[in-house]
């Protein structure tokens, strides 16, 4: 073979791995067996994944968290099965390369940002590179179909060697030094500002620029949901989640008594905003959005973000900006639980909270502990993940796997350690627990925290709260360990249960679990129909119509 | 309400009772909470999975033995999850209705034989009672979409009283007659008749007519692979599977000299014909199709495979057809086995198959368990499930779920007995393996076993028979029946192993075994590469091309 080239698999995996992607999820199938025949000797880790949903959830995590994930399936039920973790991957923004072996037929799923076929030697190359890119500049899952027989074949190197994939900046706008300049007569003015931080500010690229901003101004700062773990809350005007209606009143009456309100990366799903009522009203809004602007009622087109900002960080007068005070912050304290207390929403994350270290990753499955994770004060440099938009349950523990994994290989480079934390119902744990098993082949730092309080919960919540629909099977979640193969003294020393919170206090001292390695776990028991916040609201308003109904 | 409406959700799961539906499997969403209520009351029985894809697989194997179910997700996340179930269903016909509870907005999916959304409460009724029809008529899944506001809503009752559902028969076509007496004819001239049953006779209802035509005719009968346990092979002139060009030669010769090849309900995949060598020449064909019936070259459309023959069975002259002794029947013995042998794919079922009793249902998952099950000899009125289209490995699992609930209610009716027996591979087990819990819960008479050959065996065979990408996470299967909550007396006396023929030969004496209750579990140890048939034509192909690439 000429110098100058390299078989088809080969150029497809150096590329992943010359963007970062230092792991490949999938499981091998019919059509993608010669493909994998490239991973490993392109110096790639190959995760073998239980199912191909999994898989997905696995690169979504991943994805996030490094920027670029990739999973490897074979057409027609391996796509299909992956098909609920890639629109996950679509309606939240991770950038999930979808590599599907087939024979010489197509089979199109379309729920990525754009799809490719390769079909020759000649523009293979190209058609990767391309594909690669949109991945990277939409932020979402694209989808590439490589037939069987090519993997083998020679295409040139040529574009290794000389042509980098990058996104390129967005050109100025003729409008950009307008916007800027309005932005900084509104942040001159402005004498009760608030920002408030989103998640799509990851895919902006934007979170360094962010750091400086609320560092420089002292502003008053607040997350939403989804832009939770993107701001370090150890500044100490950084407040944490905005949740806005539901108990906070001093930040919600600052929020409505604002005159700016700078919002970073929208993602304005109902979850996310509680029901739009963190959008700010157009005369006090700056929002910076995908790839406009708004100031008031106005919107900018072809904007970039990084490029606006930086800007205006490097015009910004600190002496013309206002010293703002905020509202008070909330204290928390467990000075009010006793060791007797049983486990419940309103003391378990209070109690575990003090466990997260810089640098960990916390999770929090949809459900009861999305509705508890959210509160917990995050180190610096931590991240939170918590679904906002696509809210499958069952994601969040093959997204662990996908985020501890490309936390592991971050930590390569940097000498860091962390843990990462997964808290979950034994509801949605039961849709993939399988992944454990990857977990611990994998030799992954992972605690997981199983809430068992026996069922669906928040469907409960919902509606039918005594219905059977909402119960789970029965499961031993101690036996985890036992079952998915981990070594006799990971099963011996790494499986905790408790059901009070002194119990639960005398876990969390364990060293095994606040320093330890390899995957633990610790079984808490809630209530069935424990919960609070929103979802407090909801099972009221139930009880309600119940003994309305019961009365009539 | 007036007394000749009823609620909507009551009369889309009376509807489904009424047409023997008795169980609905599926998850809990936010969108299918309010039409749940009504499972329970209409007289089903709420079958709760861990997640929807293997909900899906359940609905598939209950259909294929009662000749309707359903299931019930919400829409997005839930029915996504499910679409490579719903997929599987549709290439191998399975008649599931695929219920999705939405908000007010649609997201079809494709992979179905008829959509409809519920919009009113005036057409609704008629929309249901036309869905159900779809799936009864084409066998194949379909998909109604009922938003979550609209299951309380009171609609006529009028049809549920007056009008069943029935699949009416096709009207007969003028020529038909024509097509009748060509047939008579073929049948008294043939001298070396062969009739093959293929799957899709299920579908086409005429199971009891063909065990009539094979023991009027007494010629000699085989069955494809997905033909098998449509036949019974007890009688005399059955052989079972016509697997051609492997191994059985005077059946292979039979086939191939006869002049008339009788082929009922016809799938043609590669897999099914072993690349398409089941399918006669023009010259000696005649098939029953789905609506068309082949004679030689000529295509009759329109055609009622069960209409024409009854006809046929009515006029047949027993004295005027051949009376033909087929090729020998080859003899299975394991008089060669000794105790101390290890299990291998060339004893296994062998050893196996002794316990298959009638009325059993016996499931061999894609990979090695399809091609050695698929040999085993069966009892009368017993079913035997192989992916021959599909083939996404996990499915058994849950389809074993789904078979086993669908048998268990005819067996209320008849009075009669059975065990639900599935041959997995670890692999496929691991993708679905949570279904366990269900099995437990619903206290179902299933036998499982696993072949424990540490990894994707017949992915090795394919391709990449020495990958690591080949290899599955270890599990210690003999702990499932513990992770998965069954009772201590389960856990203590329902779990086998075995590595020696031996060994396996007293864990099937054992009565817990061959005549227990409850899900009991045996794993048996096989070597990595250990496959026979096409298989093992497919690996010494591997092998000598390693052989070949080492040399030059």
């Not at 502003?219 to 209606?245: C, D, I, M, Q, R």
């Not at 467990?334 to 378990?348: E, L, M, P, V, Y």
């Not at 990753?361 to 999305?370: N, P, Y």
């Not at 592991?408 to 399988?434: F, K, P, V, Y």
Request: proline share 5%; aromatic share 8%; glycine share 6%.
């Amino acid at each position: 073979m000429a110098s100058d080239t390299v078989k088809l698999g080969d150029y497809l995996f150096t590329r992943l791995l010359q963007l970062g992607v230092t792991d490949i999820f999938g499981v091998p199938g019919d059509y993608n067996l010669r493909l994998l025949d490239y991973v490993v000797p392109a110096g790639l880790h190959w995760v073998g994944n239980c199912n191909e949903l999994n898989a997905a959830y696995a690169a979504d995590g991943y994805g996030r968290i490094k920027g670029l994930s990739a999973l490897v399936t074979t057409f027609g039920v391996g796509e299909l099965s992956a098909a609920n973790g890639i629109a996950g991957a679509y309606g939240e923004r991770s950038p999930v390369v979808h590599i599907v072996g087939t024979p010489p037929r197509p089979l199109q799923i379309h729920i990525t940002a754009a799809q490719t076929k390769v079909t020759d030697t000649t523009t293979a190359p190209d058609k990767i590179d391309w594909i690669l890119q949109q991945a990277l500049y939409h932020q979402r899952p694209v989808y590439i179909e490589i037939p069987d027989d090519m993997p083998d074949l020679p295409v040139s190197s040529a574009n290794l060697k000389s042509s980098p994939i990058r996104v390129q900046s967005a050109l100025s706008p003729p409008h950009e030094s307008k916007v800027i300049s309005r932005i900084l007569e509104r942040l001159y003015s402005a004498q009760r500002p608030f920002i408030l931080v989103d998640g799509e500010s990851r895919s902006l690229g934007i979170l360094d620029e962010l750091d400086t901003l609320i560092q420089k101004t002292n502003w008053p700062t607040w997350t939403t949901v989804f832009g939770k773990g993107l701001v370090n809350e150890s500044h100490p005007n950084v407040y944490g989640l905005y949740a806005a209606a539901f108990g906070d009143k001093p930040a919600q009456e600052y929020f409505e008594a604002a005159d700016l309100i700078l919002t970073f990366g929208p993602h304005y799903s109902d979850t996310n905003s509680y029901f739009w009522t963190t959008v700010p009203k157009d005369a006090v809004a700056i929002s910076f959005k995908d790839d406009t602007i708004q100031i008031e009622s106005d919107t900018y087109r072809d904007m970039s973000a990084s490029s606006v900002l930086t800007q205006i960080l490097h015009s910004l007068d600190n002496t013309r900006t206002a010293q703002v005070t905020g509202p008070p912050k909330v204290e928390v304290t467990t000075s009010d639980i006793q060791d007797n207390d049983i486990i419940a929403q309103n003391n378990f994350y209070r109690l575990v909270n003090p466990i997260f270290r810089e640098n960990d990753i916390v999770l929090a499955e949809t459900g009861t502990a999305s509705y508890g994770g959210r509160h917990c004060k995050l180190p610096p440099n931590s991240r939170f993940f918590t679904a906002v938009t696509w809210l499958s349950i069952g994601y969040m523990l093959p997204a662990t796997l996908g985020a501890a994994l490309a936390k592991r290989s971050l930590n390569q480079a940097t000498g860091a350690s962390n843990q990462t934390i997964l808290i979950t119902g034994e509801g949605s744990l039961q849709m993939t627990a399988q992944e454990i098993s990857v977990m611990i082949k994998e030799k992954l730092n992972i605690l997981i925290f199983i809430i068992n309080n026996e069922g669906y919960t928040i469907e409960r919540v919902i509606h039918g709260r005594k219905q059977a629909y909402n119960d789970v099977p029965f499961w031993r979640h101690t036996q985890a360990l036992n079952y998915f193969g981990a070594d006799e003294d990971q099963i011996a020393n790494s499986v905790f249960t408790a059901r009070t919170c002194g119990e639960l206090q005398e876990v969390l001292k364990n060293e095994r679990v606040h320093s330890g390695t390899g995957l633990r776990l610790i079984e808490v028991a809630m209530d069935r129909e424990d919960v609070q916040g929103p979802l407090l609201y909801l099972l009221n308003k139930q009880i309600a119509e119940e003994k309305a109904a019961a009365t009539c």
